[in-house]
């Protein structure tokens, strides 16, 4: 039973400077832990096949599949501010690309999978906590409708890797319409590669914003195209309480698709400075900040792309700086058209920014779950008889009810039906998100028990975030104080 891939490689067409070839390093004894199945089918994939134990090989990077062309990707990136020109690869292989069932050109990469030349000092390998965790995290994401890369496939190594103790290793299948990151670009910009850089953009144009080939300006409209997609994500982002953790510009993906979660989680109770993972000290990565840092990283592709938009360096900065300049605008019009459609507003008037952004300000008050809150403002838009649902999250519950006057007076602006409105905003606040405590519960039930019943449990709640699903209505619920767990590892 041979496992076929349907390869079309391109980005290992690229000249050599783009990546290093090298194969996948095999590991002692291959276990399947999960295969995603639907996601196979879409990319032509046979997931029998896939299960058997050579797809697993395959999976664990023991063994190269037919057509692979495998390798590590280059790349530079600015870390927490400061700028490294040579990151890469490190422990990810890009086997190849595949054409799935909508037409769209997806990466299929091993993280996890062994050293490469960009490895450092680092050891190639993932730490099966953090492979869980991204396969729960994008997974969730996915479902929830918002761009990212996806989890093919999670395998444990049967060997172990060090940290800050020993660890059971994993290698986990990525897929992402592409691995290119603003980094990518930083890399050959930083070497005056502007050939380099180049190459790289008009790959980019054809890949990801073929639109912007028949543009007046090419390079121009890259940019524009990039920016517009970065501040649609990170809206998104902030609508449901996703905090990355971790937006470093090698962490930041050219396609517009949340990319490389490591230390990430979401919200429970609503407070704009919380910061999760335990090497941001500085809080830069904070929820609220997200906007701010896609900019930034933004600004740092503009950079890159300077010498393509213009020989006179003024007339190019001053160009890039007014595509810059609608970051704000457009993530402006994508968040507050979010936060309309999660109070059940149908249009758009003076005064719903305010009004938001009161309930958001009672929220951070009063400690109450961002979540639960807009879920269950769901139902008192139906009933008003469910106010107590939502009040009872609010320290002070008054605090509700002072909003709660002013949102009803709002809603009474519009004809829709307190059903249709209902419905509509249980489509976009949902009831399920990979809450940390059940990441971690998740996470420490397959390390110290060899029990993934949990993780398959909790990816089941998560492929319908906007169910009700009453018989996992526990999963809903924040953690209790002493379930909340208030820091994210990296673990590499
Ligand atoms: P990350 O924190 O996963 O975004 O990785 C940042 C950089 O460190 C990338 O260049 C990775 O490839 C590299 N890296 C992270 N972990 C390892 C590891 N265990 N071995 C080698 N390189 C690594
Ligand atoms: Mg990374």
Known sequence: MTVHFPFQNTYAALPAGFFARVAPTPVVAPRLIKLNRPLAIHL???????????????????????????????????????????????RAILLGEVIDADGVRRDIQLKGSGPTPFSRRGDGRAALGPVLREYVVSEAMAAMGIPTTRSLAAVMTGESVMRETVLPGAVLTRVASSHIRVGTFQYFAARGDTEGVRQLADH???????????AERPYHALLQGVIARQAELIARWLLVGFIHGVMNTDNSSISGETIDYGPCAFLDQYD?????SSIDEQGRYAYANQPRIALWNLTRLAECLLPLFSSDQDKAISEAQTLLADFAETFDAAYQAGLRAKLGLFTARDGDAALAQDLLGAMAQNQADFTLTFRRLGEAALDAAQDSEVRALFTDPAAYDEWAVRWRQRLGEEPQDATRRRNAMRSVNPAFIPRNHRVEAVIQAAMNRDDFAPFEELLTVLSKPYDDQPAFAAYAEPPLPDQRVLQTFCGT
């Open 272 to 276: 704009p400075a919380t910061v999760f």
């Open 44 to 90: 032509g994939l046979d997931p029998d096949r896939l299960s058997s134990p050579e797809g697993t090989e395959i999976l664990a990077g023991k063994r190269v599949p037919d057509g692979a062309d495998p390798i590590a990707m280059a790349y530079a990136g600015h870390q927490f501010g400061h700028f490294v020109p040579q990151l890469g690869d490190g």
């Open 204 to 214: 980019v144009i054809s890949r990801h914003y073929p639109q912007a080939a028949q």
